[in-house]
């Protein structure tokens, strides 16, 4: 009964995820792509913790880690390049 839970819950993040690289490619505007791409990876880590139940292990559990990270910063400078159109800024830049 788990078993097939867990597989029902890993079906519907995958479509999830397939919804959402439409809302990337096709996106009306910047930040719904920002938007898009941080659920990607929320919904990424969340598929990964579901296969490590599945499989019984904890071997997915550094992947899962170092996802979250890359997923963060991946915001953080896909939104700081909306907002000013440069992601490292430069003393002699204005």
Do not use: C, H
Request: glycine share 6%; aromatic share 6%; proline share 2%.
């Amino acid at each position: 009964m788990k078993e097939t839970i867990l597989l029902i819950a890993l079906t519907l993040f995958m479509i999830a995820i397939a919804i959402l690289l439409y809302r990337v490619i096709m996106g009306p505007s910047m930040p719904d792509r920002a938007i898009a791409l941080d659920t990607i990876g929320v919904n990424l880590i969340s598929a990964i913790a579901i296969v490590s139940i599945l499989l019984n292990t904890k071997a997915f559990l550094e992947a899962i880690l170092i996802l979250g990270i890359l997923a963060f910063i991946g915001t953080i400078a896909f939104s700081k390049y909306i907002e000013r159109g440069v992601i490292v800024e430069r003393k002699g830049d204005n």
